[in-house]
């Protein structure tokens, strides 16, 4: 079965949708002030007089979340009363002569793109039996909780600020895959399932959930293609019509994947290499013949009869998942990444009219907005075969100095891509470093670069 | 200790960590995926003489043969067979001598020729020729019926049954499980399929290579190779200059190098019924001789003393490797004195032309034998008259060098004892040792070493030198340079 993709994808990235105007509460933020007001219920035996107490890990999220409560409460028939950051809420809803003191606090779940909040409800009044004993509460407390997908808008309030000092982000393992790891593509594979790693080894496609766990492969075939002497794979998670994954390895006929209840099933052949699949539609290239190197071929169709646009070969091809000013980044042989806007050309156009570029580029690398800057930075390995590896961030633009050097790193990394695992809303990049096995074989380290606080501790 | 046999896969993984291949000896390495293109130009100590794989015996036309030739089965980085014109590896039928071969329908030499079973049986055929003698008959003696050609009285070995066109069954005359390493050796290569195409052989010109891009295992990463000749300060000026992206030789050429292992072997072979009562004495002077010295001071490379026959990096530690001095070298300290006598000639020392560590133990032999009273002449001879003259005995003492191709110990026993002692010595040096490992294998190797009136002496292996742009300039599974992983930082881009 072939898929017809050429007809149906067309890339957009360049067409960015008008912002709506915002909301004067973000949605999900008023989602869970309802789901916990309806937690709580109506008020008990007419103790209508709420002190209200929000704390959140970052701190721009508890004014909105109180405002949200705030007007849910109040929309039960309560009268509510936010204590703001005092150290003693529950002496100070006494002091106030407050019948309930609602404890709140929320944040964003870590790997899932959640907010979740949780309120201890504390009786504030005095009873008449414990006169004696002051600081005696009137009936138990009780805990009620409440969780909300987490919209833009909260996530860009969620998220933590970096501590004062602290690097610019992180590295950690994420997993580690058998075989040397070829390609990797970060995504949501199925509706609502949440993002997903896959993974491209020679003769095999892996599926890992957003936690590391590997809930899905198969082993792949290469039809009778000869083989070539050093295995690459192109891989991306988009939409590609029967499927969200789409594969190919150098020298042999891609194929597109649907993922349904934790099975992969090849359900068309695909005859150009996915090389990513960002918001704004999928992007095809092809690898030259005989080779693991890709040819200089950008297309929204996959369509083997595009023109390529230099004699040129690339490594590979990376793409910023939410675009941006620098939505691809292609690297040459001579590991010379060349950054292109969304419209296809060199952004920022570089001096003289040159493309811009970043020298020395290792060929393990990805396109991620660590910082939610709206601006991709530059994920990569050492160019420098004969020294241990290394992770660098760099800011994307010719000369700027590295944002974060991590090394020396185990292993060799050769492959990378980019998307938002740890669920704060912003991206974070994997990195596939192949380490040699006692024994012989290889393994694949993937390795977390994020700039999520969470993440460090 | 346990001397129980390891598994096939085991034995593999100690041959790879002995030829420091395993995977903790690599040092880790900045991911740069290999590049295509481009020219590798390559300094050797000479340029190669001899195209034909069944006739390579040196560095540099050994190299030539894993360019041009190709092998039957591959070695990978971890030194695991792996298919190469053959589609499988090949396992042993219940008998245990009994080998299908299945060749890849797919594979084609470089002019598009499909290979076929055809072209197994000649390359197997031609190691055993008599017409011109190949110093790989080693590597199809276990066929049976390689006597009879051997003899001139077959043109093929009656043990090889063309099934199709594309199998073939192939029956061992004795029990050799490690038959399938034979098929991974240059010498039963099939000429015109290998990795690159060379152009013809011209004395004194550089040789030129392209690229195969029919080759089964996919093209290979350069466009082209060059290959020319110079000695280490030659090779040294030309990587300074730029004029060649690396050097292969005995000697470092530069600063980034790398010693590839020590498989190269220099062995003494004693000819008992000639020196007659003049033997004893030589023995001595070859017991006496200071092997660790000679490693160090004498033999180019990187070398090593060599406790038995095999190379120290194809057994996994035991009793050679405990006992550097093991039986196969007599110490002095244990041989019975020499009283001095006289002969009356000369005793002749008989070395190949151009082996350099066989001439310089020689010499050194040389040296001992007239302290103890004996007279030597070294006589160095072309290397096809060295193993004619060797195996019928026409010498006192003849020392040679051989640079093993199978990574296996009964295999490379074999190698050294046909390069001194004939088609005779490699079968005795298979049935010696096959199936054999580690400290089992390094037992038996000593004993085979007394067996046939051989002295290990040294091993050494060549240095691999490279400029700041070429890559994969190391030891493959063979324990050699692959030449088609070769390649250029920035391919054909720069």
Not at chain 1, 94 to 103: E, I, N, Y
Not at chain 1, 282 to 311: N, Q, V
Not at chain 2, 328 to 348: F, H, N, V
Request: with cysteine.
């Amino acid at each position: 079965m072939r898929l017809a993709l050429a007809s149906a994808v067309v890339l957009s990235i360049a067409t960015a949708a008008p912002a709506a105007p915002a909301p004067a509460t973000p949605p999900s933020l008023s989602q869970l002030a309802e789901s916990l007001a309806s937690a709580l219920g109506p008020p008990l035996d007419g103790r209508r007089d709420v002190a209200l107490a929000v704390e959140t890990r970052a701190r721009p999220l508890a004014p909105p979340l109180e405002a949200a409560l705030a007007s849910a409460l109040a929309a039960r028939g309560y009268a509510v009363t936010p204590l703001g950051g005092g150290a003693e809420p529950e002496a100070a809803a006494r002091a106030g002569g407050h019948d309930w003191l609602l404890r709140v606090q929320a944040g964003l779940v870590p790997g899932r793109r959640e907010l979740a909040a949780v309120a201890e409800v504390v009786p504030a009044w005095t009873s008449f039996f414990l006169q004696r004993r002051p600081g005696a509460r009137a009936i138990p407390p009780r805990v009620i909780e409440a969780t909300a997908a987490a919209d833009a808008g909260t996530l860009a309030l969620a998220r933590e600020g970096r501590p004062a000092g602290a690097p610019f982000a992180g590295v950690r393992p994420f997993a580690r895959v058998p075989g040397r790891v070829l390609a990797i593509a970060i995504g949501e594979l199925e509706a609502g399932a949440g993002p997903s790693v896959a993974v491209a080894t020679p003769g095999a496609l892996s599926v890992l959930s957003g936690g590391g766990e590997r809930s899905a492969e198969i082993a792949l075939d290469r039809g009778g293609a000869p083989p070539v002497r050093a295995p690459a794979a192109a891989l991306a998670i988009g939409d590609f019509g029967g499927g969200r994954l789409a594969h190919q390895e150098a020298g042999a006929r891609g194929s597109v994947f649907s993922l349904s209840r934790g099975r992969l099933e090849r359900v068309a052949s695909l005859d150009a290499a996915p090389l990513c699949a960002p918001a704004a539609g999928p992007l095809f290239g092809a690898f030259a013949p005989g080779t693991s190197l890709l040819e200089d071929r950008l297309s929204p169709l996959a369509d083997p009869a595009a023109a390529p646009r230099s004699a040129s070969r690339l490594y590979g091809v990376a793409c910023a998942p939410r675009g941006g000013p620098i939505a691809l980044a292609l690297l040459r042989v001579d590991l010379r990444l060349e950054l292109l806007g969304p419209d296809l050309v060199p952004s920022p156009a570089g001096p003289g009219g040159q493309p811009a570029a970043i020298d020395g580029v290792g060929s393990g690398f990805a396109l991620a907005d660590l910082d939610g800057d709206g601006v991709a930075e530059v994920v990569a390995s050492s160019p420098d075969p004969s020294s241990p590896d290394r992770i660098r961030v760099l800011a994307p633009r010719p000369g700027a100095p590295a944002i974060l050097d991590v090394g020396p790193v185990a292993g060799a990394i050769l492959s990378g891509a980019a998307g938002d695992l740890t669920g704060d809303g912003v991206d974070d990049a994997l990195l596939g470093a192949v380490l040699p096995l006692e024994g012989g074989g290889e393994a694949t380290e993937l390795l977390l670069v994020t700039a999520d606080p969470r993440e460090a501790r | 200790m346990s001397r129980g046999r390891p598994s096939p896969r085991r034995r593999a993984a100690l041959a790879a960590a002995v030829l420091g291949l395993a995977a903790a000896a690599i040092p880790a390495r900045a991911g740069v995926r290999p590049a295509y293109g481009g020219t590798v130009r390559l300094a050797l100590p000479a340029l190669p003489r001899e195209a034909d794989p069944a006739l390579a015996s040196e560095g540099p036309d050994l190299f030539l043969a894993r360019a041009t030739a190709g092998l039957l089965l591959e070695l990978d980085p971890g030194g695991r067979l792996a298919p190469g014109l053959l589609a499988e590896v090949p396992s042993p039928e219940a008998d245990g001598r009994t080998f299908r071969l299945r060749l890849d329908p797919a594979a084609r030499t470089a002019s598009g020729e499909p290979v076929l079973a055809a072209d197994v049986v000649r390359a197997l055929s031609r190691v055993l020729s008599r017409s011109s003698p190949s110093p790989h008959a080693w590597a199809a003696l276990a066929v049976a019926g390689a006597e009879a050609v051997l003899d001139g009285r077959a043109a093929q070995p009656g043990g090889i049954q063309i099934l199709s066109e594309h199998e073939l069954l192939v029956t061992l005359s004795m029990p050799l499980p490690e038959f399938p390493y034979l098929l991974a050796t240059p010498a039963v290569a099939i000429p015109g399929a290998g990795p690159f195409v060379a152009a013809p052989l011209e004395a004194g010109r550089p040789v030129s290579l392209s690229a195969n891009t029919l080759h089964p295992r996919g093209r290979p990463l350069a466009d082209r190779l060059v290959l020319s000749a110079a000695d280490a300060r030659g090779a040294a000026r030309l990587l300074e200059r730029g004029e060649v992206d690396g050097a292969l030789g005995p000697d470092a050429a530069g600063d980034r190098v790398r010693p590839l292992p020590t498989l190269t072997v220099t062995v003494a072979a004693v000819n008992g019924a000639r020196l007659g009562s003049s033997a004893a004495a030589v023995r001595a002077a070859l017991g006496a001789l200071d092997r660790a010295a000679l490693a160090r001071r004498f033999a180019r490379g990187a070398a090593v003393p060599l406790p038995t026959l095999v190379p120290q990096a194809l057994l996994s530690g035991g009793a050679a490797a405990a006992a550097p001095a093991a039986d196969g070298a007599r110490p002095a300290a244990s041989a019975p004195p020499a009283p001095p006598i006289e002969p009356p000639r000369p005793l002749r020392l008989l070395v190949p032309e151009g082996a350099s560590d066989a001439r310089a133990a020689a010499e050194r032999l040389q040296v001992l034998l007239f302290d103890r009273g004996l007279r030597a002449a070294l006589e160095a001879v072309p290397r096809a008259a060295f193993a004619a003259r060797a195996a019928a005995g026409d010498c006192d003492v003849a020392v040679a060098s051989v640079t093993v191709l199978a990574p296996r110990p009964a295999l490379a026993a074999a190698q050294v004892a046909h390069a001194l002692r004939g088609a005779a010595g490699a079968r005795r040096a298979l049935a010696a040792l096959a199936g054999k490992d580690g400290p089992e294998a390094a037992d038996a190797a000593a004993a085979l070493g007394r067996e046939l009136d051989l002295f290990p002496l040294v091993a050494s292996g060549a240095r691999a030198s490279s400029g700041p742009r070429l890559l994969g300039l190391a030891a493959g599974g063979a324990g050699a340079v692959d030449p088609s992983g070769l390649w250029l930082l920035g391919g054909g881009a720069q």
